[in-house]
């Protein structure tokens, strides 16, 4: 029988994730997948695993652990106080659990995603060649049933001896900044559209994440309302912006800047829609969105634009990383 844990308490959101489906929108289901993969890769990289072994997701930690049988297992991402039998441990070192032991994750101090990887991978219920749990597939029984109190997660075979000094060349750990994180994006045929002074406006702005923000959409707030319309104006916070025209809906994709009717933006993230009506500024480059994934309410970002060409190059350097290593 495969090795196992037990949810014994859980107060924050935990949730089964790999890399996500890939070809998945076409068919009305979002790409899922972790929000934060260079925790998640990171996570697999130090263990020795399969780059997209699934691996427990944990949001906002308060949740423990019982271990049922010995296996081997690493926390990335969000800091938080985790302990083995009340014992503190810390993120990114490969730590053994025995028969019995029991591992707890507290309130996060920084960040708000933690990783959970085990050698060997999470055994779970694969559609399209994935194992993340998502809202549509929990809700039509596609993947594994939402993880809870009394929930098994089952290891894969391996799972009780890891691969220890596999990794040559560590990815680097500060991968996220504690500042004010700008985010890179390729803008749309809309944005090339704006006068300079509406770009640069909107370049100059600092926005505030909003507290409605999850994995389906980053929900941003900034003291100057702003439309996309030529025949627009920018207005205070203290008018009502001008509804933008209406549009048929498209396919939207990960990262897009959606501008609302309120001018108040929203980044599309895992769990987004796969289609909708709202205008697009552009989409911001995939390595920034897994930074923007560890910010809180309240955090604050800003905007700046790059090419195609240069968000393709540094995604597949992130990417190299991690694959070379295999």
């Known amino acids: 029988m495969a090795n196992s844990l037990t949810i014994i308490e859980q107060k924050g959101l935990c949730s089964i994730q790999d890399l996500g489906r890939d070809s998945a929108q076409h068919l009305g289901f979002s790409g899922g997948g972790a929000s934060d993969e260079f925790s998640f890769l990171f996570a697999n990289q130090l263990l020795g695993n399969n780059y997209n072994a699934p691996a427990l997701e944990v949001t906002l930690g308060q949740i423990s652990l019982r271990c049922n049988e010995k296996c081997s297992l690493v926390i990335t991402g969000a800091d938080c106080d985790a302990s083995i039998n009340e014992l503190p441990i810390k993120n990114n070192l490969v730590k053994q659990l025995n028969t019995g032991d029991v591992l707890t994750l507290k309130l996060p101090r920084i960040g708000l995603h933690s990783y959970i990887a085990f050698s060997g991978g999470i055994a779970c219920q694969h559609f399209m060649d994935s194992g993340a749990q998502t809202h549509s597939e929990l809700a039509l029984g596609l ?97 009502q912006p001008k509804p933008l025209s209406k549009q048929l809906s498209k396919p939207v994709c990960y990262g897009s800047i959606q501008l609302p009717d309120n001018g108040q933006p929203i980044v599309l993230m895992k769990e987004r829609q796969t289609i909708g009506g709202y205008p697009v500024l552009g989409t911001v480059m995939k390595t920034d969105l897994f930074r923007l994934s560890q910010k809180k309410p309240g955090e604050h970002i800003r905007f700046s634009t790059i090419s195609i060409e240069q968000a393709q190059l540094q995604l597949h350097a992130f990417y190299q990383k991690f694959k070379s290593q295999k």
């Open 143 to 239: 993947c594994s049933p939402a993880l809870k109190v009394g929930s098994e997660i089952h290891l894969c075979s391996g799972a009780e001896t890891a691969l220890f000094n596999t990794v040559k060349e560590p990815a680097v750990p500060h991968f996220h900044s504690s500042s004010t994180l700008t985010l890179r994006f390729m803008p749309s045929e809309l944005w090339q559209q704006l006068s300079l002074k509406k770009q640069n406006f909107f370049l100059s702005q600092s926005y505030e994440i909003l507290p409605q923000s999850n994995r389906m959409g980053y929900r941003l707030s900034s003291d100057v309302l702003f439309c996309a319309e030529q025949s627009s104006v920018l207005v205070s916070t203290k008018q």
